[in-house]
C-alpha cells in the first residue's frame, strides 16, 4: 500500500512562488511515475504535471514555463516548484502515485490527500 505525505501548500501573493512537496512509501515506486494534479472549485481534477520514473517529464500546457517538477528517487519524493503564481492558480494541489511508468490525464494510481494553495492578489 502506498503512502503520500503532501506539503508545502500555503497563502502567497501574486506573483510568488511555493514548493510542493511530495513523499511516497511503499512498495515498486521506482517503477511508477509520479504526478501532480490540482483541482480548483467546481472543476474536476486536471493534471499540471508528472515525471516518470526515469525522471522525464511532462506538463500539462497551461503549466510549461512556470511550473517546475522534479523527482528524488531515493527518498521517493516529487517536488513541484510553482513560480509567478497566479490568483487563478488557487487550487487544491494534489500528488499521485501513477499505478505505472507514466501517468494518464485523469490520473490512475495512488493519490495523497491535497494541500491547498491560496494566491492573492
Known amino acids: 500500500q502506498v503512502q503520500l505525505v503532501e506539503s508545502g501548500g500555503g497563502l502567497v501573493q501574486a506573483g510568488g512562488s511555493l514548493r510542493l512537496s511530495c513523499a511516497a512509501s511503499?512498495?515498486?515506486?521506482?517503477?511508477?511515475?509520479m504526478g501532480w494534479y490540482r483541482q480548483t472549485s467546481g472543476n474536476k481534477r486536471e493534471m499540471v504535471a508528472y515525471?516518470?520514473?526515469?525522471?522525464?517529464?511532462y506538463y500539462g500546457d497551461s503549466f510549461k514555463g512556470r511550473f517546475t517538477i522534479s523527482r528524488d528517487n531515493a527518498k521517493n519524493t516529487i517536488y513541484l516548484e510553482l513560480t509567478s503564481l497566479k490568483p487563478e492558480d488557487t487550487a487544491v494541489y494534489f500528488c499521485?502515485?501513477?499505478?505505472?511508468?507514466?501517468?494518464?490525464?485523469?490520473?490512475?494510481?495512488?493519490w495523497g490527500q491535497g494541500t491547498q494553495v491560496t494566491v492573492s492578489s
Open positions: 515525471i516518470t520514473n526515469g525522471a522525464t517529464a
Open positions: 511503499g512498495s515498486d515506486l521506482s517503477l511508477r511515475g
Open positions: 499521485l502515485v501513477c499505478s505505472r511508468y507514466r501517468c494518464s490525464a485523469d490520473g490512475v494510481g495512488d
